[in-house]
């Protein structure tokens, strides 16, 4: 697998474009289907949070591959590319599995350490795997990922010290406009972020819960799950009248366009009494709510774009170097065994073919002395396996540790040039088409 990554995020865009470019309702899926139709992509997955766009894909030829990759994600973003190209990074081949571990590990996340971005590439990879665009080199690729981020996080105290987006953004909130306990609040959306900030401010001490959300049956189900002591739904229409009776407005859904207006916002602060500031957190990309609302007084609004300026502490720098240390070696690790992989069907292949010689032979020698006893034929087949085995055993090990180093594919085309091995026989093992890759099978080990 050759992979090559070409994305964005808030390392490398600001927030604007970044909500310009978010890829909303069914924009995900067509750009997955996109991808992998290109003709230079054999398999895609797609990872799309609210601070990043990454295609992941395997590809036979690296400039054409980043041409084509960087104008779909123009197309479907909708902002041009010339100007996207500009906040664009690519990654290929080891640099981009160390790109992705990294991410799995949080390293590349806003909040440097946070863990919620492993249910995020979990997701991409069950999105390939039900599109059927992700095949057996991605599936291997993003389940070894995953098993990295959790290393990280169990034997490292990056776990410890890093916070979700959502913990961050209630201590800016808390230091703002006053402690989160006992506040009255709202929730905007009943999605994964949604319902992670829901279950956030219950365990904050927040006892006076509404869930607002498109879907009903959704809050209805999320309020079930925290308690009908503590939450209740709220019709979505009436969330500007009821700006005015909270103190804490948490919004975060897949909507185009602003859920909470800056003239709403207006006036709720207009009616209320009490002497803390009312208090919005911003978890959406494109942006829930207007922006418009910075500019109020007696409004505290926080987004991902003052998180980002915010959030200049990090987890401990021994945590860091100790996870960055395991991503090296994981990457070593795996760029090993993928080089090793490759080998593997060049060895299969050139024993099948020792094996149909001294088959041939046995029948040429059957033929010449049709009198040889069973025992003396035993003992005589016996004797040339051996000495096959015996000669192939040191050059096909020495090639699979050979193969394991950078530029060991090298060797399979020495071993394939050496013993004349026909290209139909290695491609049949590894169930390559001849001039072809494989295939994306469809579904997956999740």
Do not use: W
């Not at 492993?118 to 993003?142: I, W």
């Not at 189900?221 to 019709?235: H, Q, Y």
């Not at 401990?316 to 080998?343: K, L, N, P, S, W």
């Not at 003992?379 to 000495?387: A, G, L, M, N, S």
């Amino acid at each position: 697998m050759s992979l090559l990554v070409v994305g964005l995020s808030h390392r490398t865009a600001p927030v604007g474009v970044l909500e310009r470019a978010a890829l909303t309702g069914e924009v995900p899926t067509r750009l997955l289907h996109d991808a992998a139709a290109s003709s230079t992509v054999a398999e895609a997955a797609l990872l799309n949070t609210c601070n990043r766009i990454e295609l992941y894909a395997d590809v036979d030829k690296f400039h054409a591959g980043v041409a084509e990759l960087s104008l779909l994600l123009a197309h479907h973003s909708g902002v041009d590319l010339e100007e996207l190209t500009s906040h664009l990074y690519v990654h290929y081949e080891d640099r981009a599995v160390h790109h992705l571990f990294s991410v799995a590990c949080g390293l590349d996340s806003m909040v440097v350490g946070e863990g919620q971005i492993l249910g995020q590439l979990r997701d991409a990879l069950a999105k390939a795997q039900d599109e059927h665009t992700a095949g057996r080199g991605l599936n291997e690729l993003f389940q070894q990922a995953l098993r990295v981020g959790k290393r990280a996080h169990s034997e490292t105290g990056i776990d410890k010290a890093g916070q979700s987006l959502v913990t961050f953004g209630l201590e800016q909130v808390a230091a703002g406009a006053g402690e989160i306990a006992g506040k009255r609040a709202l929730v905007v959306g009943a999605g994964s972020m949604s319902s992670l900030a829901a279950a956030t401010l219950v365990r904050s001490g927040v006892t006076d819960l509404l869930i607002a959300n498109r879907t009903p049956a959704r809050a209805e189900r999320l309020v079930e799950i925290l308690g009908p002591d503590v939450a209740r739904t709220l019709d979505l229409a009436k969330v500007p009248e009821a700006l005015a009776d909270v103190d804490l407005v948490i919004s975060c859904t897949g909507a185009a366009g602003v859920v909470v207006r800056a003239e709403d916002v207006a006036a709720a602060v207009a009616t209320r009494t009490a002497d803390t500031p009312l208090a919005l957190l911003d978890l959406a990309m494109p942006r829930d709510v207007d922006h418009a609302v910075h500019g109020l007084d007696g409004a505290l609004l926080v987004d991902l774009e003052s998180l980002s300026h915010a959030h200049a502490a990090s987890p401990g720098a021994g945590d860091v170097d100790e996870v960055t240390r395991i991503v090296a070696d994981e990457v070593t690790a795996f760029g090993a065994a993928q080089r090793a992989a490759r080998i593997a069907p060049t060895v299969v292949a050139l024993r099948a073919m020792a094996s149909d010689v001294v088959a041939a032979e046995l029948g040429r020698l059957d033929s010449r002395l049709p009198d040889l006893d069973e025992r003396s034929r035993a003992e005589i087949t016996q004797t040339v396996r051996r000495v096959v085995d015996k000669l192939l055993h040191a050059p096909t090990v020495r090639v699979k540790q050979l193969a394991a180093e950078p530029g060991g594919a090298s060797y399979a085309d020495a071993l394939r040039e050496l013993f004349d091995l026909d290209p139909a026989a290695v491609h049949a093992v590894s169930g390559t088409p001849v001039g072809g890759r494989p295939q994306p099978p469809g579904g997956g080990v999740r």
